[in-house]
């Protein structure tokens, strides 16, 4: 089985997340090639890699780096085309499986005999689904198959001349992240509010409880998104990442995107009234609870 | 401008969940329903551009069982013109592919300016339809759109990468925009609004009179995860769990 990698680079640097394609490919058992574009740095791969100037091609385009893999596909034959379930890789994903009449699978988190698991309805489910196409496209749920860096010499490379493809989507460039006051990257205890404060009157008592820890206030994206809560506060994927002594999400369910943010905290207290919400899955503790009932009953003992 | 709006219909995500009688999906009976999220940023962002250049007709498309309906319903009161149903009893058992595939049918013949669907569904997640639905119109797709604008030529639209960056990308139409969480603040329908939706039309079109591809892949089963279950789960009365939760951090977390 031959597996081709779409590694990702941003700003002329490999990202970490691209040796996930590689521990997958090693999980299957398959020979690999990579697919990268630009990139100043080859990553550590013990395979072939194709690279195309970004300068040239832009790092975002996707009609053009939709053609420039299907010249590196009709080249190696691969059996199966891997991206990282990213910002990137879900959207020239697609592009590419129908482009090759190939089933793609969304997500993946684990392989079952030839078929591949997937997350459904918020991780509370999990699919097994088999391709019935020769080629497949798939795209990798982040974290989900440990990283793979290969000792040695740097990969053999073998420059793509840019075809001529316009695609009628012009790349303006990027912006960065807006900077908030808080850095929760640095703080000991977080206290963080779900949508399930169910109102934005209710985010005082989480800030109340986020001081009588002595910590600091987090939150996930809803309640960002709903203006309750700045963005410097958001805790995941497309907010910040933390690793405090203690992690308390109050009414977070554990989207996947959510717990990228969190999952690396010592210890996580989870506080919700769905006993089968995900994030029971990485807390240390979950209290099965109203968190109007349970939080107040909270401060009230931490005074004393 | 002719604005197309795909939506689909899904289960409160914090519902007990069933597995269905063949295993390969869960139990549809006494879920409730409603919009699927990243859809209704979907519906308010052709809404506004509709109330921008005034004159544009909204046609809102689900595929499904007569239940999403319902979920037509809202999206008329929020301010879509007219419902397309793809009347099928059983979307669950198609991939992606095919549910783009007869969308892609239905919107070829009406040759729409502007398409907006949900970056994905909360239930299955894939974020392949919107995308596959415009590349098999041959049209632009802008994916995880958090912010949206349209000078009269061109949408500008910001797309979310990770970390909060985000990129910059600019088309013209015809175009397709898959919504990403927190695009727009989705209006809440108005009582007179509901009232006026009722008397707007939903078609319902058999899917059996699209002519449907085969699907690239089978669901094998479904399952729930396994616990890990490492954790300690406290139930029973708030304030004797307080303490039980503060004993445990006392012991095992030096914060307090
Ligand atoms: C590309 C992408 C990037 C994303 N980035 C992020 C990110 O950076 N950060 C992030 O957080 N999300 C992110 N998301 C969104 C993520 O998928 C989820 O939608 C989000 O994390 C859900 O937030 P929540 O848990 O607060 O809300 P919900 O999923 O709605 O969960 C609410 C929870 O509260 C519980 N609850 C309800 N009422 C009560 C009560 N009275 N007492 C106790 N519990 C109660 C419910 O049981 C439920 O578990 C991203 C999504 C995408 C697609």
Same mark, same amino acid.
């Given at each position: 089985m031959k597996a081709l990698l779409v590694a990702e680079c941003r700003g002329g640097e490999f990202l970490e997340s691209s040796y996930e394609l590689a521990g997958f490919a090693a999980a299957l058992g398959a020979e690999s090639v990579m697919f990268c574009m630009g990139g100043d740095a080859p990553p550590a791969f013990a395979g072939t890699l194709y690279q195309a100037d970004a300068a040239v091609?832009?790092?975002?385009n996707p009609a053009l780096h939709k053609a420039l893999l299907l010249q590196v596909i009709d080249r190696e034959k691969p059996d199966l085309v891997v991206f990282c379930h990213s910002s990137y890789g879900w959207d020239l994903a697609p592009r590419l499986a129908l482009a090759l009449k190939a089933g793609q699978v969304s997500e993946v988190v684990a392989l079952a005999e030839g078929g591949y698991v997937v997350p459904a309805c918020n991780s509370k489910l999990r699919r097994t689904v088999r391709p019935s196409t020769a080629l497949t496209v798939v795209t990798l749920q982040s974290g989900a198959f440990p990283p793979l860096k290969e000792e040695g010499a740097a990969p053999p490379i073998i420059s793509l001349a840019p075809p001529a493809?316009?695609?009628g989507m012009e790349f303006l460039g990027y912006e960065a992240a807006e900077i908030g006051?808080? =850095?929760?990257?640095?703080?000991?205890v977080i206290v963080s509010a779900g949508r399930?404060?169910? $109102?934005?009157?209710?985010i005082s008592l989480i800030a109340d409880l986020a001081r009588a820890m002595g910590g600091e206030l987090g939150a996930s994206r809803p309640v960002v998104d709903a203006g309750? #809560?700045?963005? &410097?506060?958001q805790v995941g994927s497309t907010g910040q990442a933390v690793s405090p002594k203690l992690y308390m999400a109050c009414? *977070?369910?554990?989207a996947v995107q959510h717990l990228m943010g969190? $999952?690396?905290?010592d210890f996580i207290v989870a506080i919700n009234s =769905?006993? &089968?919400?995900? *994030?029971g899955e990485v807390a240390d503790v979950l209290v099965v609870a109203d968190l109007k009932e349970f939080v107040p009953a909270l401060i009230a003992q931490l005074q004393v | 401008m002719k604005i197309l709006v795909c939506i689909k219909q899904v289960p409160d995500m914090e519902s007990k969940f069933k597995i269905n009688g063949e295993g390969l999906?869960?139990?549809? #009976?006494?879920l409730a329903w409603r919009i699927n999220e990243y859809d209704e940023y979907a519906i308010e962002q052709a809404v506004q551009v509709k109330e921008q250049v005034g004159e544009a007709e909204i046609t809102v498309l689900s595929v499904g069982p007569e239940r999403v309906r319902e979920a037509m319903k809202k999206a008329l009161a929020m301010g879509c013109d007219r419902g397309v149903q793809i009347a099928c &009893?059983?979307?669950?058992?198609? =991939?992606s592919f095919e549910i783009a595939s007869l969308i892609a049918e239905y919107a070829a013949k009406e040759s729409f300016d502007l398409i907006f669907t949900g970056m994905?569904?909360? =239930?299955?997640?894939? #974020?392949q339809v919107g995308t596959l639905l415009g590349e098999m119109l041959g049209a632009p797709v802008l994916t995880t759109v958090v912010d949206f604008s349209w000078d009269g030529t061109k949408i500008t639209a910001r797309r979310e990468l990770e970390g909060g960056m985000k990129g910059v990308v600019r088309t013209p139409l015809p175009a397709v925009v898959t919504c990403q969480l927190g695009l727009n603040t989705p209006r809440y329908p108005t009582l007179p609004n509901i009232m006026k939706a009722k008397k707007k039309e939903i078609v319902s079109l058999p899917v059996a009179d699209l002519a449907g591809v085969e699907g690239r892949l089978a669901t094998e089963k479904t399952a729930f995860p396994e616990? $890990?279950?490492s954790g300690l789960v406290l139930e029973g009365e708030p304030r004797e769990m307080a303490g039980q939760l503060l004993g445990i951090l006392r012991l095992k977390t030096k914060v307090l």
């Open positions: 091609c832009g790092e975002f493809t316009e695609g006051e808080v =850095d929760l990257s640095r703080a000991e399930g404060i169910g $109102k934005k009157e209710n309750w #809560a700045p963005h &410097d506060r009414g *977070i369910s554990g969190m $999952k690396k905290s =769905d006993r &089968d919400a995900p *994030i | 999906w869960y139990e549809e #009976a006494n &009893d059983d979307p669950w058992r198609r =991939d994905q569904s909360q =239930d299955r997640g894939s #974020a616990k $890990k279950g």
